[in-house]
């Protein structure tokens, strides 16, 4: 079965520094997402992407988030300066499209965030 | 803004036995994607069952079936014959015909053996 594929699945960094996630998305799909998830808390939507641009965005992805479909396959999202609170676990999800909109999406395995 | 309460933070239910999990949403919307996600302790997030608003038929897969009440805005998940490996973190999702897919907070469920 297709699977999102997400790098690394953990991940360290020190507060301020840049740090980028990767997603590969299913071949076929044409959305992309990003979640996070504080640990012990919900599952919070950041950010939704079609056609190479933000379709839409949370108040939570502010200056310092961005995302990017590089080449084609991958879909990353960037922190330009970590804060400790961004510490979580972020998942990247695609979806069919809008006619397959009751299908959910399908979730990566997700990348644990550790910022010291 | 759609809303997705679920009011049982944690459950408890012997294996072998059937156990509820509750959910409602708040929408103004008409059409629209109900889901339940299980997140086991690797913290995937995987799908466990869908229902579209507009099916009055509750949706089944397999030990899984949920309780979809429109008018009540419920959509209580049911799981028969519990097996230790369904234990997990399950939320209970809503999606319009727009992007995004909205969370409760999840329900912790314990099997115990």
């Known amino acids: 079965e297709p699977e999102v594929t997400q790098t690394p699945s953990h991940q360290v960094t020190q507060m301020g520094q840049e740090v980028i996630l990767r997603c590969v998305p299913i071949?076929?799909?044409?959305?992309f997402y990003w979640y996070r998830q504080i640990l012990g808390q919900k599952v919070e939507f950041l950010v939704s992407f079609y056609n190479n641009e933000i379709s839409e965005k949370s108040e939570i992805f502010d200056d310092q988030f961005s995302v990017e479909r590089p080449d084609g396959s991958n879909f990353t999202l960037k922190i330009r300066s970590t804060k400790l609170e961004d510490s979580a676990m972020y998942f990247c999800?695609?979806?069919?499209?809008?006619?397959?909109?009751?299908?959910?999406?399908?979730f990566g395995s997700g990348t644990r965030l550790t910022v010291v | 803004a759609q809303t997705v309460t679920q009011s049982q933070p944690e459950m408890s239910v012997q294996e072998a036995e059937t156990v509820t999990l509750s959910c409602t949403y708040d929408t103004s919307e008409s059409d629209y994607y109900l889901f339940w996600y299980k997140q086991p302790p690797s913290r995937q997030m995987i799908l466990v069952i869908r229902?579209?608003?507009?099916?009055?038929q509750n949706a089944t897969e397999n030990r899984f079936s949920v309780n979809f009440q429109k008018a009540a805005k419920s959509f209580s998940l049911k799981i028969s014959d519990s097996q230790l490996g369904d234990a997990a973190m399950y939320f209970c999702?809503?999606?319009?015909?727009?992007?995004?897919?909205?969370f409760g907070k999840g329900t912790r469920l314990h099997i115990l053996p």
């Open positions: 999702a809503y999606r319009s015909a727009g992007d995004k897919i909205i």
């Open positions: 071949s076929n799909h044409l959305y």
């Open positions: 999800a695609s979806g069919i499209g809008t006619g397959g909109v009751g299908y959910g999406y399908t």
């Open positions: 229902q579209e608003a507009y099916k009055q």
